[in-house]
T-cell receptor, first 113, second 111 residues
């Protein structure tokens, strides 16, 4: 089975802190994604990566950056956390090929105070 | 631009009753369609997917969905709901790097 793990299930940070959310997948998938999930808005794509060191902006990249130094790991970085970044963050991976679904991690619920 | 609409934010059904969750999409080409389920505090799990061929697709946990091109719909159904089906359900459309998710439908199951 594909496994996507996220470093923390719950995280509480202060405004202005630098925050790292880590995601690891064990199935050698080329593509990895970061979404945020907010009530009534569904999932919105922040960034995705189709290869090591490659990244593309999604729909809501402002205030975020990403890093992919190894194929299995995709990090989301909040350079200076703000209260409006309080949300559920979901990581996903997918093998290359248009018909393939995404596999999701359990999510990290981030609260910025 | 592609988009997904789930008209029902919240649905309540009695255990044992049938269920239908609605999904309408807008997509410029032949869509790839998915239904995911999210249990409280968990990530999303794939229930089923449609790419082509038979418009009625079977998924896990007794769910099925029907693709209707003329109505741009991909509704999810289950003939008899179990208490463990209480969760949030997301419809998604797209492929490759462009996947669009609906806002979700929360399902409550009454005993």
């Amino acid at each position: 089975d594909v496994k996507v793990t996220q470093s923390s299930r719950y995280l509480v940070k202060r405004t202005g802190e630098k925050v790292f959310l880590e995601c690891v997948q064990d199935m050698d998938h080329e593509n990895m994604f970061w979404y945020r999930q907010d009530p009534g808005l569904g999932l919105r794509l922040i960034y995705f990566s189709y290869d090591v060191k490659m990244k593309e902006k999604g729909d809501i990249p402002e205030g975020y950056s990403v890093s992919r130094e190894k194929k299995e790991r995709f990090s989301l970085i909040l350079e200076s956390a703000s209260t409006n970044q309080t949300s559920m963050y979901l990581c996903a991976s997918r093998p290359t090929g248009g018909k393939n679904e995404q596999y999701f991690g359990p999510g990290t619920r981030l609260t910025v105070t | 631009a592609q988009s997904v609409t789930q008209p029902d934010i919240h649905i309540t059904v009695s255990e044992g009753a049938s269920l239908e969750l609605r999904c309408n999409y807008s997509y410029g080409a032949t869509p790839y369609l998915f239904w995911y389920v999210q249990s409280p505090g968990q990530g999303l799990q794939l229930l089923l997917k449609y790419f082509s061929g038979d418009t009625l697709v079977q998924g896990i946990k007794g769910f099925e969905a029907e693709f209707k091109r003329s109505q741009s719909s991909f509704n999810l159904r289950k003939p008899s709901v179990h208490w463990s089906d209480a969760a949030e359900y997301f419809c998604a459309v797209g492929a490759n790097y462009d996947m669009r998710f609906g806002a979700g439908t929360r399902l409550t199951v009454k005993p």
